[in-house]
Structures are given as structure tokens and as C-alpha cells.
């Protein structure tokens, strides 16, 4: 399957001792995306382009790689 | 110390600038690909280039133009240094969490020493592998890694295979290995050193340690007496700790300006800038300076500097400009616009709030003038170089629009800092 690097909004909880977890991530058209649990995270290079923290978060049945670089965030998206 | 077995690692990040652009776009793997300077800035020469482009025999450093003439297609990335700088900085600190001895050698390169860490994480090639196998899952970068017992066998190590590779050098092998090399692979020994080596016909780096010591002393003075010591497997000398900063020995800005400087009220307003930088860097380090040198490249190229050393040390900017306009006017006619000028300060001495006063000027002028120049500094560090400028700077944005101070990158240092 090709991936597509697509910058995205995401609406993140900072919790006190200033750790960042995604919640939900908004499309382009607007649409919200609820992040059901985020199956792991650790520093990653992407496969399009661009490295950060990778967040494998799985929103609803599938299971995506939501990127944090340097100050927003990107997702392997399967649509351009 | 000298008898502790010691390992250490030189890290290489391959074609750094281009690999991180590459990083950053793959498609850009796929074709021929260089990274080069703003060439409406005049900036215009290859910084990087990828390794689809290297079998058109583009070279670093040579203009856009002529690369594009070896190479119709190459694709130029424009050199995005905050990204460069970014990147190299989070890969140092993964070579941080092995040891606190790193030493910088640019921004791409950098010396581990690593022999007190080796019960913790295990020998030299461990840790190469590891620190080699996260920059690669983390930063999606490749780099070349030499580990040999000193630092000249490991630079030579990591230079000796590229890229994405692990080369190791130990006490037992580097005749075998290294002594079949050119010379002048061997760290310090540059173009001309090769040249009159090769006139000793020695060739490579087994002909120089089998020579005789006292031939190349008295050939190449002290230099040769080190490489040789080089080439013998002998060189000691510390990575330095992360927290050790070498004192400078000159401070200075030089500017390729975007159009030609043709007269000497253009150049004033571009030294104005690059004196104030100057004095603003002196005066943060606490520092003072006895010799003003001005740096002056015309449009043919040719380069030439020209200096004064005044009796009382000196950091402010008037007085640097005042020095320097005097400079220009004695050594330069403006038959050939001037295409970069740049202004540096050596002789440096500690600032010390006692010393010896002129008879012969004002002294409280200039200690006013002085305060005025740290005020401004102030006001430009709370907010924003461009708040507060000489009235000068209005008459050509051109020549006056640049922060040399707050643009200011440090190169690579000498490998030996400081005098044989």
C-alpha cells in the first residue's frame, strides 16, 4: 500500500509533567477521528519523509502512524 | 593515561545536508541531487549532493551553474541550515548517551571516546553497531563509523568505507590496514603536505611510518614529526569533554553581500554591521582585541587582508569601524566592485575593568560610547535585531538587511587547535 505524508490537526491532551498524548485528529474536511488507544511510542523515522515521535495509534479499525516533528503533526495516510 | 588501552569511535552522518533532505523527501533518493546555496543571495555553490550525483563528478563547492552543466537534470534543493543544525544536534544526543566525551568536528562529524563506557554497554563495535542501527530507526539517517584506539585511525576508519558502514582498526592491524593507503588519506595531511611527500616519494601511509623522523623534520619541521607519529599509530591526544570550550583566538563576520559593494559609503554600511556583530561577540565572551583586520574579496575573486594593531584592546564597535574605514581607504579603490568584505579581531586579551588609559583621547567619550552600544545590544536582544537600527542602514536595505550575529554559525575547528 503507498502512504502519503499528510499534516494534520490534532487535538492532544499535555498532561503536568508535560507529556503529549493525541486524542483525536481532525481531517481536512473537518472530520473528527477519535484515537482509540496508541499501541506504542517511541522516536521513528517515517517511510514518507520526515522523522519525530511516532505514535501507532489504532482509530477505529484500522491502525495508523501519527508522526510529532519538531512542532506538529503528520500521518501516514493512505489517501493524498 | 597514554598507556590505557583506549576506544574510540568517529561518527560520520554520509552527505550530511543532502542525506537530510533526502530524509525529509524521499522521492529525492531517486534522482541526481545536490544541495546548494541561494543563488539570488549569490550564494549560489553546491553544499551537498546525493549519490545518484556523485558519478556526474559534481563537486562540493563548485558553482550551481557548472554542476548543472555536468548534469542537466540534477535537482537543486535550496540549503535549509536550521533544519541541518536541528537534525545534527538530536543525532548528538544519542552519541551522548554512551559517553559525556563527544567531540564536534563540524556539524556531520564527531569523535566518541567511549573506553569508560565499554562495561556498560559493551566493546567499541557494540556500540558502534547500536549507535549506527538508532540514528538509522530514529532519524532515518546513515552514518560511517571508524573504531580504532586513537582518533586519527578512527576519522580514518570511518572515512575508509561509506556509506552505512562500520570500519575497525585496531593496535594489532593498522600496519595492514592503513599503511596500503594514500597519504594523504591521513588526517592533516592536505594537498600540498601530499605534494611534498610525494617528492620524498613517499606515497602512502606505510612509506611515511617506515621514513626516517629526522628526513621529514628537517623537510616539513614540526608537521612532520606529527604526521609521522600519525602514521606510526602514536597520536594521544583527548577527545575533549562535552562541556570543554576552546578560548577563540580571533573573532569575526564576513559577508558575501547580495549586490556589489561599489563605493565607500556602501561599504560603510555594510561594515557598520559586521564591525557591531564583531564587537557585540567580543564583548560576550568578555574579551578585547589589538588587531582590527579587514577581509576584502573583489569581483575577480581575488582576496586580500589588511590589518592594524592599535596599543589600548578595544570592543566596541565605533572604534572597530573608525579602524576599518581608515583600512579600506588606505588599501582599496573601488576599481573592482567588492563582492564580500568581512572584519575580524585577534590579539585577544581578557576584558579587565583596570587598564591603562590613553593620554591622547577621550576617554570618557569613549567609555559613554561603549554604554550605548551595550544598551542597543539590549534592546535588539528583548526585541528583535531589526527594532533599532543606525540611520545608515535606511540607505540601502539591500547592503544593511543582515543579522551577522544572530546568523552566525561556528565551522569546524582545527583538528589541533592551537599552535604544534
Same mark, same amino acid.
Not at chain 1, 507529556?19 to 484515537?35: A, D, Q
Not at chain 2, 568505507?161 to 592491524?173: G, L, M, S
Not at chain 2, 620524498?200 to 612532520?224: C, E, F, P, Q, R
Given at each position: ?7 494534520? &490537526? ?21 472530520? &473528527? ?9 517511541? &522516536? ?37 | ?283 560576550? &565572551? ?135
Amino acid at each position: 500500500m503507498k502512504f502519503f505524508k499528510k499534516y494534520i &490537526k490534532v487535538i492532544t491532551v499535555c498532561d503536568e509533567y508535560g507529556s503529549l498524548t493525541p486524542v483525536y485528529i481532525i481531517w481536512h474536511n473537518g472530520e &473528527k477521528y477519535k484515537i482509540d488507544r496508541i499501541l506504542e511510542v517511541r &522516536k521513528a523515522a517515517s517511510k514518507v519523509g520526515g522523522c519525530g515521535i511516532l505514535y501507532r495509534c489504532r482509530i477505529g479499525k484500522n491502525e495508523r502512524n501519527l508522526f510529532y516533528e519538531i512542532n506538529r503533526w503528520f500521518i501516514e495516510s493512505t489517501t493524498p | 593515561m597514554e598507556n590505557k588501552s583506549r576506544t574510540i569511535l568517529h561518527i560520520d552522518i554520509n552527505h550530511c545536508y543532502a542525506q537530510i533532505e533526502e530524509m525529509l523527501c524521499p522521492p529525492l533518493r531517486e534522482v541526481p541531487m545536490a544541495v546548494g546555496g541561494d543563488e539570488s543571495q549569490r550564494h549560489g555553490i553546491i553544499l551537498a549532493k546525493n549519490i545518484k550525483a556523485k558519478p556526474y563528478g559534481i563537486l562540493t563547492g563548485e558553482p550551481i551553474r557548472s554542476a548543472l552543466k555536468k548534469c542537466p537534470e540534477l535537482q537543486i534543493v535550496q540549503a535549509n541550515m536550521q533544519n541541518y543544525l536541528y537534525y545534527t544536534s538530536k543525532i548528538k544526543e544519542i552519541y551522548h548517551e554512551y559517553t559525556d566525551r563527544v567531540e564536534d568536528f563540524g556539524l556531520d562529524e564527531a569523535w566518541l571516546d567511549v573506553s569508560d563506557s565499554l562495561n556498560v554497554f559493551g566493546d567499541g563495535l557494540t556500540i558502534a553497531q547500536e549507535i549506527q542501527r538508532r540514528v538509522l530507526h530514529e532519524y532515518g539517517l546513515t552514518v560511517s563509523i571508524g573504531v580504532s584506539f586513537n582518533k586519527v585511525f578512527a576519522k580514518l576508519g570511518s572515512d575508509y568505507k561509506k556509506p552505512n558502514a562500520i570500519t575497525e582498526i585496531t593496535k594489532d592491524n593498522f600496519q595492514d590496514f592503513a599503511w596500503s593507503m594514500p597519504v594523504d588519506d591521513l588526517l592533516m595531511v592536505g594537498r600540498s603536505t601530499a605534494k611534498k611527500l610525494a617528492l620524498m616519494n613517499i606515497k602512502t601511509i606505510g612509506d611515511l611510518a617506515n621514513s626516517s623522523v629526522t628526513t621529514l623534520k628537517n623537510k616539513l619541521g614540526k608537521m612532520g614529526v606529527l604526521i609521522w607519529s600519525y602514521a606510526n599509530g602514536m597520536e594521544t591526544s583527548e577527545v575533549t569533554l562535552e562541556t570543554f570550550e576552546l578560548p577563540p583566538k580571533s573573532i569575526g563576520n564576513s559577508w558575501t553581500t547580495p549586490k556589489d559593494i561599489t563605493n565607500t559609503s556602501e561599504a560603510k554600511i555594510v561594515l557598520e554591521r559586521l564591525s557591531n556583530s564583531v564587537a557585540c561577540r567580543l564583548r560576550e &565572551k568578555q574579551l578585547m582585541g589589538k588587531v582590527i583586520t579587514l577581509s576584502v574579496r573583489d569581483t575577480n575573486l581575488h582576496r586580500f587582508t589588511h590589518q592594524r594593531k592599535v596599543e589600548v584592546a578595544l570592543d566596541t564597535c565605533n572604534e572597530i569601524l573608525s579602524i576599518i574605514m581608515e583600512l579600506l581607504g588606505e588599501s582599496y579603490d573601488f576599481v573592482l566592485p567588492i563582492r564580500s568584505i568581512g572584519v575580524h579581531v585577534s590579539g585577544l586579551v581578557k576584558t579587565n575593568t583596570h587598564y591603562q588609559l590613553s593620554l591622547f583621547e577621550d576617554t570618557i567619550a569613549k567609555a559613554k560610547s561603549r554604554k550605548v552600544e551595550i544598551v542597543l545590544e539590549d534592546i535588539r536582544q528583548k526585541y528583535g535585531f531589526y527594532s533599532v537600527s543606525q540611520a545608515s542602514a535606511l540607505v540601502d536595505k539591500n547592503l544593511s538587511h543582515v543579522d551577522p550575529k544572530g546568523s552566525h554559525t561556528t565551522h569546524p575547528v582545527g583538528f589541533l587547535k592551537g599552535s604544534l
